[in-house]
C-alpha cells in the first residue's frame, strides 16, 4: 500500500516499511516535539503571572510605604543624624540668657515602704518625670511621633538638676539597666521619667503617741538654677501626685496625700523654687492595746488582790506587790526601747507611769498595814503587862486576843469585866476581849467559839485594806476616763 506522495514497500506480515528520508520524521518523535512545545507555552504563561503579580504587590508595598514612613523610626547613619547633639552646648540651659525656663514635674508613688520612728524618716519609691522644652532637640517629622532613648542619651543633653532636700538616701533603681527614659518630641518637647527609691527625714512629734497623727513632707528643689533661671512648678496642680491604691503600712492609715509650692531662700545663693509632696499618716492604735494597754491594766487590778489577801500572809503580799512592780518596768522598758529618745512625754509615758504609780502605791498601802498592825501589837502586849491576870478571882479570866492565839486558849477565857481592865481614855485605843465561858454548859462554849472565830476574821482586815478596795479602783477607773477623753 503506498501513500501518496510517497513509496513504500509492504514487508512481512503485511507491515508498510518506509524508507527515511531527509522530510520524513517518525511518529514518536513528533509527539515527544509537540509535547516540549506544550511545556514551554505553558511555562511563558506562567513566568508572566509571576510577573505581574510581583509588580503589583510591590505597587500595593509602595504606597503602604510612603503612607506609614516615620523618620523617627528609621536608622540614620552618623553623617545624617537627626538630633544635632553634636552641633549645640548643652552644658548650658535652654534659652540661655533668656526669661527662667518652666519645668513642669509630675510624680506617682509606687510604694511606701516604711516609716522610722527611732531614726524619724521614711521610704518612698516614686517614678520622677520632668516637663520642658529645648529647642535645640527638635527635628523634621511629617508624622508628629516622638523619639524614645534609654539612660545613655541624659548624659549628653541638659537635664534639670533636680534634687531631694533632706534627703538621707536615694539611689537609681538599675536592674535590669538604668531605669530611665527619655522621651523626645519634634517641636523639642523633653519628657525625663526616672524610678526612684529616696529616705527622706520627717519631723515627728510622739507627744501624743500611739494615738497620734504624722505629716511628712518629700521636698524637690533645682540645685544649681535659682528662680531666675529655671522655674518648678506642678504640671497637673493636685492631679499631679498620683498613688497606687494598693499603697498600705502595717502600723499607719494612710488618710490623704497632697502637693504644694514655695520658695526658699539662701542667703548665699537667692530664691529656689521648692516643690512639697506631703502625706499624713494616723497610727493604727490595737496594736498597742494588745501590747501595752492591756497588759498595763492587768497589771494594776492584780496587785488590788492583795487588798483581799490576810494581812498576816506576808510572804503572798509582798511577792504579789514585787512581781506587779517588775512587770511594769518591764513594760516600759520595753515600749521606751523603740522610741526615739525624745525630751518630751509622750501619752503612752502618762499612761504607763501613772500604772505604775497606782502598783507602787499598793505596795506601800501593804507596808503601812503592817506597820500599823506591828504598832498595835506593841501596845497591846505593853497592856498586858501593866495589866496582869488577876488570879484571886476564882471563876473569871481575862486575855487580849492580838490575832495569835489558838483554840485553847479560847476555851479557857472566863468573863471579866471590861472597865477593870482598861482606864477610861484608853478605850479608843485597845482593844480588849471580854469572853464569858461556863466550863457546864456546852452550848455557851459553843456559841463561844463562833463569836471568837468571827471576831478573828474581823482582827485580820485591817480597815486602811477596807477603804482600799474602794478607792484604788474607783480612782483609776476615773484616771481611764479623763485620758481617753483627751488623746482619743
Not at 259 to 282: D, E, K, M, V
Amino acid at each position: 500500500m503506498l501513500r501518496a506522495g510517497g513509496s513504500c514497500a509492504v514487508g512481512g506480515y503485511g507491515r508498510a516499511v518506509c524508507p527515511a528520508g531527509p522530510g520524513r520524521m517518525p511518529h514518536f518523535a513528533k509527539l515527544l516535539l509537540l509535547i516540549f512545545c506544550l511545556v514551554l507555552l505553558v511555562e511563558s504563561r506562567k513566568h508572566r503571572r509571576r510577573r505581574w503579580t510581583s509588580q503589583l504587590e510591590l505597587q500595593k508595598a509602595g504606597h503602604i510605604y510612603k503612607k506609614n514612613h516615620d523618620v523617627t523610626k528609621t536608622r540614620k547613619g552618623k553623617t545624617e543624624q537627626l538630633l544635632r547633639v553634636d552641633d549645640h552646648d548643652f552644658t548650658m540651659r535652654p534659652a540661655f540668657g533668656g526669661p527662667a525656663i518652666p519645668v513642669g514635674v509630675d510624680v506617682q508613688v509606687e510604694s511606701l515602704d516604711s516609716i522610722s520612728e527611732v531614726d524619724m524618716d521614711f521610704t518612698m519609691t516614686l517614678y520622677l518625670r520632668h516637663y520642658w522644652k529645648d529647642e535645640r532637640l527638635s527635628f523634621p517629622s511629617t508624622t508628629n511621633n516622638s523619639m524614645t532613648f534609654d539612660g545613655r542619651l541624659v548624659k549628653k543633653i541638659w537635664v534639670p538638676d533636680v534634687f531631694f532636700v533632706h534627703s538621707k538616701r536615694s539611689f537609681i533603681h538599675d536592674t535590669t539597666t538604668d531605669n530611665i527614659m527619655l522621651r523626645v518630641f519634634p517641636d523639642g518637647h523633653v519628657l525625663y521619667s526616672m524610678r526612684i527609691t529616696v529616705t527622706a527625714m520627717c519631723n515627728m512629734d510622739f507627744s501624743r503617741f500611739p494615738l497620734d497623727s504624722q505629716t511628712c513632707s518629700l521636698e524637690l528643689e533645682s540645685y544649681a538654677y535659682t528662680d531666675e533661671d529655671l522655674m518648678l512648678y506642678w504640671k497637673n496642680g493636685n492631679e499631679s501626685l498620683k498613688t497606687d491604691e494598693k499603697i498600705s503600712l502595717s502600723q499607719f492609715l494612710i488618710q490623704k496625700f497632697h502637693t504644694t509650692s514655695r520658695l526658699a531662700f539662701y542667703s548665699s545663693t537667692g530664691w529656689y523654687n521648692r516643690l512639697y509632696i506631703s502625706f499624713t499618716l494616723r497610727r493604727h492604735i490595737f496594736f498597742f492595746l494588745l501590747q501595752t494597754y492591756f497588759p498595763a491594766t492587768l497589771m494594776v487590778m492584780l496587785s488590788w488582790v492583795s487588798f483581799w489577801i490576810d494581812r498576816r500572809a506576808v510572804p503572798a503580799r509582798v511577792s504579789l506587790g514585787i512581781t506587779t512592780v517588775l512587770t511594769m518596768s518591764t513594760i516600759i522598758t520595753g515600749v521606751n526601747a523603740s522610741m526615739p529618745r525624745v525630751s518630751y512625754i509622750k501619752a503612752v509615758d502618762i499612761y504607763l507611769w501613772v500604772s505604775f504609780v497606782f502598783v507602787f502605791l499598793s505596795v506601800l498601802e501593804y507596808a503601812a498595814v503592817n506597820y500599823l498592825t506591828t504598832v498595835q501589837e506593841r501596845k497591846e502586849r505593853k497592856l498586858r503587862e501593866k495589866f496582869p491576870c488577876t488570879c484571886g478571882i476564882p471563876h473569871s479570866k481575862t486575855m487580849m486576843l492580838d490575832g495569835n492565839y489558838s483554840e485553847s486558849d479560847a476555851n479557857s477565857l472566863a468573863g471579866y469585866p471590861r472597865s477593870q481592865m482598861v482606864p477610861e481614855e484608853e478605850k479608843q485605843e485597845k482593844m480588849v476581849v471580854h469572853l464569858a465561858m461556863s466550863n457546864a454548859s456546852n452550848s455557851s462554849r459553843k456559841r463561844g467559839l463562833k463569836g471568837h472565830v468571827g471576831l478573828r476574821i474581823i482582827q485580820n482586815t485591817h480597815a486602811i485594806d477596807k477603804y482600799s478596795r474602794l478607792i484604788f479602783p474607783g480612782t483609776y477607773i476615773f484616771f481611764n476616763l479623763i485620758y481617753w477623753s483627751v488623746f482619743s
